[in-house]
């Protein structure tokens, strides 16, 4: 007998091959396709787009969604079966709502979007960049239109990146941490930490061979992963048997290939861990992008960058460096590592720094949308928050209001779920650290098994199924919270800066 | 104004969209995929190929091809336009023809079909594969029972290969070609010529370089092409700007690679070729097999294996060869790569003796698709037209009858392509020397733009506007016909043996 439910999650079964379809095209069009290429492949990924939302928004989804509702009523909440149907239920309102000219529409201004950033952020010109920038926010407050039920404009675009996030939610945290860390930053930026055994230079064969060793100890096989070098680092995964990502690797920097391989490797791993069962639904992938920006900024900073794994780390670094490395100790490695060092680019923030970062957008993109800021004051706005967070003054607008491309693609509301992802991170570290009282010693010997297996139990196999409140109300009993990042940040710093911070 | 060729220009289009995407998971699942991606990629291949049949034979379609066809009326009948509303029609009526549950089976059997392939032959025991043989047989003929006009079963399967072709009419051909070179391969079959320059040692980054050097040669570009290692070589493309081939490297039999890359970069340039406003048409790769086979074959062994092209190699290969080719001249090396000798394996067959393995499989494939052969007696009847038409004995059905993967596939109809593809390129040949006098000279100084370029004019850039019979109409005004190739051959084997051969 053919329930609603299967025949639902046949329709469901169709939709998540053509997006596996788009996110392959897409993977070959950043790793391997030849450049001219793109002009059909542009067409080819648009035409994938519009049949899986065509398909996606039918009326028939609607009809199967109702009658399986009534089907799962008896079962639990949390079961897969009623997730999947409030999960796609919620999906399916939202996309019902924005015309399709609308999203054609984004999908255009996204792309020229881009161009013109490229073109604009090579001339250091944000006058040439502002009226693409103008037209995005534009589409994205008719975008916002669509919707009625909310308390805050940006709470709709909070939402399609971090299901359930509100801007006083967001707000209220980032104040909290930004209180914590704008001093913090002001009493460390001073203090001489030497830098140089990152710059020593590691043979790019050399560092590729430690990535490789220390991806396989995360978890990579070759079965069920590709590892590939592209200028922008990125992870994707079509379903938890094929999982993709790419690093950076720079011979005079070791931290840009291997600690960018490690938290692409961290959202592989989250991709990889999602339940079987949940394979080819609307729920094979994790949905907020917090959690899985949690993943990735764990294995990156808290492990990568920790003192134990430093402890595994350093002698093959020395044996990388062929004598270079020679005579600087473990200690001055992990210090280097972890200087609080403000910067002009986010992407290469230290972890101290980074989330200062992102509240700064947060905060601007708030003020955009609510128009309380033009875009000509824009660069001015950008510049002095610098100044104020971080003590640095941006010396140009390619690399300061301009240097990321989230804003030339319409995405907006994306940026918090980088340093929420931080937060959660030192959320679960905690109770990782309780759980697993053997994991320093583990890490020192390179032995990450244990730390890979508990997040896939509590994390990574539930899939789409939680958001991430509901997520960290199973596993830590509270919602998400500033204090562990906090504590972690402070319990380093004082390691680093022989110092004790509180 | 939308017309109606517009329109149905635009439903092409998403049509060969969804193929491109097709046609790039199976290039990345052939060279790039991790092997445990196999199975959610299977899934998302069949979503898309039954959205893009199930899309084509809409009866939409239908709708906007009468109504194209009638403003299409006063269009010269070779006109793209012109020739886009037949061509579709004409794919529109077949696919319409067979019902989607037995393009289901017949898919499903392909994919069991080739598994059990794989385990038979590893085991040598062709009753393992039988079953499934005879199941694609049977599923063959319920597919030729979906039409009616044919005067044979098995023109409803080549045509499918090889728009137009008739049985009859190939059967005329291959007993013409047949009568040529089974006692042609008889008298030369015993000739000693040593094959030793083939296996020398060469170093596979050498070979590699060579082979890239060649393909750059021929029109290999880094912006518009690809160029990998795979176990079985091949070729595809989405698009005139993204060409993909591949080869295997073997470190003692260069020819495997060099050739090979050869080969594929013939059948690349053909899709590369076709004039940029067949792009995203039902026209915009080539239809005709043989068609295509007669540019991959040229490249491979009228330019590669020819006396003029081996003056160009042959300094290369005593460099790369690192001193082992010294004192190996060029003749001797012509000798070797032309040499007659009867072999087991098609796809490693010499020019002279390849085309017998294509007719030994055609007459196989009508005999059992009319009963007049079982399939218990197959691979006894396999041995018996080995023996008489090359001379050797099959010592195993694993390199005999199960040697290759097509039938596995339920692809039958299409081995003739290749032996008419050899036919073809004969008569191409034969045209393009008269056309360019100078051509030898460019070949041996490795100049080779100006047969590409008289390949495009002539050939590629039709597409697939026109059959096999239609093109050669145009180019060298007569059907297709042995003789060139015999002469071809004759002439070079000439030289080979020192003999005048005629």
Chains 1, 2 share one sequence.
Not at 399 to 423: E, K, R
């Amino acid at each position: 007998m053919a329930t609603a439910m299967s025949e639902l999650k046949q329709r469901l079964a169709e939709i998540a091959d053509l997006s596996h379809a788009g996110a392959v095209l897409h993977w070959d069009q950043n790793v391997t396709m030849p450049a001219k290429g793109s002009s059909q492949r542009g067409d080819a990924l648009a035409t994938l787009a519009r049949i899986e939302h065509d398909r996606f928004i039918a009326a028939d989804t609607g009809r199967l969604l109702e009658a399986a509702a009534s089907e799962v009523e008896a079962m639990p909440e949390d079961s897969d079966e009623a997730r999947l149907v409030s999960k796609t239920q919620r999906d399916y309102d939202k996309a019902r709502r924005v015309p399709s000219a609308l999203a054609a529409e984004l999908a255009k201004a996204a792309s020229s979007g881009y161009e013109a950033w490229v073109a604009a952020r090579s001339a250091d010109d944000f006058s040439m960049f502002a009226p693409y920038l103008q037209n995005n926010l534009d589409l994205t407050r008719e975008y916002v239109d669509c919707f009625d039920e909310y308390d805050a404009p940006y709470d709709v675009l909070l939402d399609d990146y971090e299901p359930g996030g509100t801007s006083v939610h967001v707000r209220a945290l980032f104040d909290e941490l930004k209180a914590e860390l704008v001093p913090l930053i002001a009493q460390l930026r001073e203090r001489q930490v030497d830098p140089s055994p990152l710059h020593v230079a590691y043979p790019l064969a050399g560092q590729r061979q430690l990535a490789d060793e220390v991806l396989r100890r995360m978890g990579f096989t070759d079965e069920a992963w590709r590892f590939d070098d592209t200028v922008h680092p990125f992870a994707t995964s079509f379903g938890r048997d094929d999982v993709r990502i790419t690093t950076r690797f720079q011979d005079d920097y070791f931290p840009m290939g291997l600690y960018g391989a490690m938290h692409e490797c961290g959202h592989g791993l989250y991709e990889q861990g999602v339940a079987e069962a949940l394979q080819r639904t609307p729920l094979s992938h994790p949905r907020s992008l917090a959690l899985h920006e949690s993943q990735s900024r764990m294995w990156e900073n808290f492990v990568g960058r920790g003192r134990e794994f430093n402890e595994f780390l350093h002698p093959r670094l020395v044996e990388l460096s062929g004598g270079a490395l020679e005579g600087v100790g473990a200690g001055a490695l992990f210090k280097a590592l972890n200087a609080v060092k403000p910067s002009l680019i986010r992407f290469e923030a230290d972890e101290t720094t980074y989330s200062m970062h992102i509240v700064l957008r947060f905060e601007l993109e708030q003020e955009l949308l609510e128009d309380k800021l033009t875009l000509a004051d824009l660069p001015e706005a950008w510049n002095s928050r610098m100044r104020d967070y971080l003590g640095i003054e941006v010396p140009s607008d390619a690399d300061g209001v301009m240097q990321d491309v989230h804003w030339s693609a319409g995405l907006i509301g994306y940026f918090p779920t980088y340093a929420l992802g931080n937060l959660i991170a030192g959320q679960l570290w905690e109770k990782i650290q309780r759980d697993l009282p053997d994991l320093p010693a583990q890490i020192a010997a390179g032995d990450l098994r244990g730390l890979r297996e508990w997040l896939r139990e509590n994390v990574h196999r539930h899939g789409g199924k939680f958001s991430s409140r509901e997520l960290l109300e199973r596993v830590v009993n509270e919602p998400i919270a500033v204090g562990p990042f906090v504590r972690h940040l402070k319990a380093k710093l004082s390691d680093v800066y022989e110092l004790s911070l509180s």
